[in-house]
């Protein structure tokens, strides 16, 4: 048996949590899974951590990962209008950095699995792509 690696691009969002101060909430709208940290930067690491997991999982038990439910319309909105209206950099190292109250991040995950194929499709070796934007504190409140 051969083995192929699956490559899987996600939105996530990042912002404070609400209800427990210091706590940053990291969520990947294509898989809706969740996960949190002290800072924006730990919380997609451990959301990194959490979809390699979930997708292998899937994977491994004959599942597609694309299959799984998606965050709801509402998540899909906030990050349209942080797209929209937010401030674009490249490169994460605002997330490693206290942001400014009220601060929102959006950006992409890569992320990759391995799965046992009869005939492997071609690997492209696609890197892991990260974009992020940040939203407005004034705008942030609009949403």
Do not use: C
């Amino acid at each position: 048996m051969k083995h192929g690696t699956r490559h899987y691009q996600v939105w996530v969002l990042l912002y404070p949590a609400t209800d427990l101060p210091g706590t940053w909430i990291a969520h990947s709208l294509h898989f809706d899974v969740v996960s949190t940290g002290p800072t924006p930067h730990s919380a997609l690491g451990n959301l990194h951590a959490a979809l390699k997991m979930v997708i292998q999982d899937d994977l491994d038990h004959g599942l597609d990962p694309a299959d799984r439910p998606q965050a709801p319309e509402e998540d899909w909105k906030r990050l349209l209008a942080m797209l929209q209206h937010g401030e674009w950099s490249i490169g994460h190292d605002d997330l490693k950095q206290p942001p400014d109250p009220g601060t929102q991040f959006a950006t992409q995950l890569g992320v990759r699995a391995t799965e046992d194929f009869p005939d492997p499709p071609k690997n492209e070796n696609i890197p892991p792509m990260l974009y992020r934007s940040r939203l407005r504190p004034s705008l942030a409140q609009s949403i």
